[in-house]
């Protein structure tokens, strides 16, 4: 089967994103913040050169406007992709971080441990779910589009889990590869196997902005 080619994309900077207060975000529906436009939009400038022929998203705001910032001007279907979205962290999604560790002390220091790939949030989704979850869209999207260059503009936790599969680590090692806000990740894709181009490439020079 030929490979699709896949710009893997993590949105742009989305609001609540405080080092001060940090929160956990999961599928909690943030918008971009007007700093995570300005990445999205200047995707138009780094991803010129490339020829999109669809472009796939996750459901959530802060995906489906860093993709249509960045298909600015092009012809080119976007589609939404639930399969793509960010792990489910269940009861704590959205909350703050501090709440979450004297709530659920146990739970932290576990998940701080990124040693178990069946662990969840009270009523959420595991690593192990999240992993099969994103690689069967990104079999589904590589199917409809072969040899095809695709935007396919998601989540950190859905990026690391491509990339995690491809070079054999642990699903619970959400820490290992995260992608930084509107880099670009690229991988030969097709039937669950591939092969990383590149990662994490600040094609728009805005990824550390702020």
């Known amino acids: 089967m030929e490979r699709a080619r896949l710009l893997l994309v993590r949105h742009g900077h989305r609001r609540g994103d405080a080092a001060e207060r940090p929160i956990m975000v999961g599928q909690a529906d943030y918008p971009l913040s007007s700093q995570g436009w300005r990445q999205a939009r200047a995707l138009v400038r780094g991803l010129a050169a ?13 995906a489906l406007s ?4 960045a298909l600015a001007g092009r012809d080119v279907p976007l589609h939404r992709c639930a399969g793509l979205l960010e792990i489910d962290c269940g009861a704590v999604d959205g909350w703050s971080v501090d709440e979450v560790k004297a709530r ?13 790939d069946g662990f ?3 009523g959420g989704e595991s690593y192990a779910e999240l992993r099969r979850r994103v690689l069967a869209a990104c079999d589904a999207i590589a199917a409809r589009q072969p040899g095809a260059t695709v935007l396919v503009v998601s989540h950190a936790g859905a990026v690391n889990q491509v990339i995690g599969h491809l070079e054999g680590s642990p699903a619970a090692r959400w820490e290992l590869h995260r992608p ?10 097709a039937a669950g196997e591939g092969r990383i181009v590149r990662y994490d490439d600040d094609v ?5 902005e702020g």
């Open 50 to 62: 490339e020829p999109i022929a669809a472009a796939y998203a996750s459901p959530l705001r802060r």
């Open 180 to 189: 930084r806000n509107c880099t670009v990740t690229e991988v030969l894709w």
């Open 104 to 116: 659920y002390p146990e739970r932290w220091t576990a998940n701080e441990r990124q040693d178990d």
């Open 204 to 208: 728009a020079g805005v990824a550390e």
């Open 66 to 69: 860093t993709a249509r910032a």
């Open 120 to 122: 969840r949030w009270p």
